[in-house]
């Protein structure tokens, strides 16, 4: 679980950065390097799903935010559990930080909620940059999204699973209906197939 937050630590940082870069234009100041602090005006702040004590997901959406706070001097903000709140309520949140002038405002996963929320304020706020960490299309304008391969991960945690059982049975369970946990169910029986015997079908499930 580790190395999957460090992973993703560096996807988000090298994501973001890649996006900033093509949709922004504003001008940020490269860290200096200096004995004093040295706070930039750039604003990010993020909206995460659970609680970030009892969510790797969470967990690792807050460290990419630190990372940013320290790589780009920015100022940072956070807001957890919004798995907990209405879309009403999660829209009003993004709302917020537009109102304050955030440069950069994060959903991080739970696009049931993030992306409907991001839609209507991105409209509203046409300045203020928006990113979901989900599979997306985005508006090709101050929306974008950013998301890893997930079905690659899948198959190679199928085939890991497959090197390692002593009971030559493999077993998937999604926590939520969500597309992207889908796609994970229908990849991770694939990595399986290879390396499981003597009926491989049989014995790569998911539910």
């Not at 973001?16 to 870069?21: A, Q, V």
């Not at 780009?72 to 949140?93: F, G, R």
């Not at 190679?156 to 009971?167: D, F, M, N, P, R």
Request: proline share 5%; charged share 20%.
């Amino acid at each position: 679980m580790r190395i999957f937050r460090r992973f993703f630590l560096y996807v988000l940082l090298i994501g973001l950065s890649f996006f900033l870069t093509i949709s922004c234009n504003r001008k940020i100041t490269p860290p200096i390097t200096s004995p004093f602090p040295v706070t930039s005006n750039f604003k990010v702040a993020i909206l995460l799903p659970d609680l970030i004590k009892e969510s790797s997901w969470s967990l690792g959406g807050y460290e990419g935010l630190k990372l940013i706070e320290k790589e780009l001097n920015a100022q940072v903000s956070y807001t957890e559990d919004i798995n907990n709140k209405t879309p009403q309520e999660v829209t009003e949140i993004f709302r917020e930080y537009a109102k304050q002038n955030y440069d950069l405002i994060i959903g991080h996963g739970s696009e049931h909620l993030t992306l409907s929320s991001a839609e209507i304020v991105a409209k509203e706020y046409p300045r203020i940059n928006f990113v979901i960490t989900e599979k997306c299309a985005g508006n090709n304008a101050n929306l974008g999204c950013l998301d890893f391969k997930r079905d690659e991960i899948s198959y190679l945690i199928g085939v890991v699973a497959s090197l390692k059982t002593q009971t030559n049975k493999i077993a998937f369970i999604g926590a939520f209906p969500y597309d992207t946990l889908k796609e994970q169910a229908n990849s991770i029986p694939l990595g399986c197939l290879l390396y499981t015997s003597p009926s491989p079908r049989d014995y790569c499930a998911h539910r």
